[in-house]
């Protein structure tokens, strides 16, 4: 079984940058769809970013498109999220996923693995 942590969590100011990582733990991911996805207080998780298995595809939520850039490097064993242009209306704690392939980007169920979350706090 896959065991998945992020790291790189912490204060940002608004238009800020900030890069999360994530890694597998005991299992490379070489053969999984990544993804991440995060979660504000009091509301929902929400779907953020997901890249293909090579790294050559990725598809965006609306509301990061142009500012994040999700990315992998499967000699590393390492998925990244590299946030540009953070805005205060998105503090929340981040997480990082995987599903097997087989499913197109855009289709944002069916992740079954978890990282435990990095917290991510924007602040003037």
């Known amino acids: 079984q896959v065991l998945l942590k992020e790291t790189g969590g912490g204060l940002v100011q608004p238009t800020g940058s900030l890069r999360l990582s994530c890694t597998a733990i005991?299992?490379?991911?070489?053969?999984?769809?990544m993804a991440w996805f995060r979660r504000a207080p009091g509301k929902e998780r929400q779907f953020v970013a997901a890249?293909?298995?090579?790294?050559?595809?990725?598809y965006y939520a609306d509301s990061v498109k142009g500012r994040f850039a999700i990315s992998r490097d499967n000699a590393k064993n390492m998925l990244y999220l590299q946030m540009n242009s953070v805005q205060p209306e998105e503090p929340a704690e981040y997480y990082c996923?995987?599903?097997?392939?087989?499913?197109?980007?855009?289709?944002?169920?069916?992740?079954?693995?978890w990282g435990q979350g990095t917290q991510v706090t924007v602040s003037s």
């Open positions: 890249v293909s298995w090579s790294g050559g595809t990725t």
């Open positions: 996923a995987a599903r097997r392939t087989g499913l197109p980007l855009s289709t944002v169920i069916g992740y079954s693995f």
């Open positions: 005991g299992q490379t991911f070489i053969s999984y769809t």
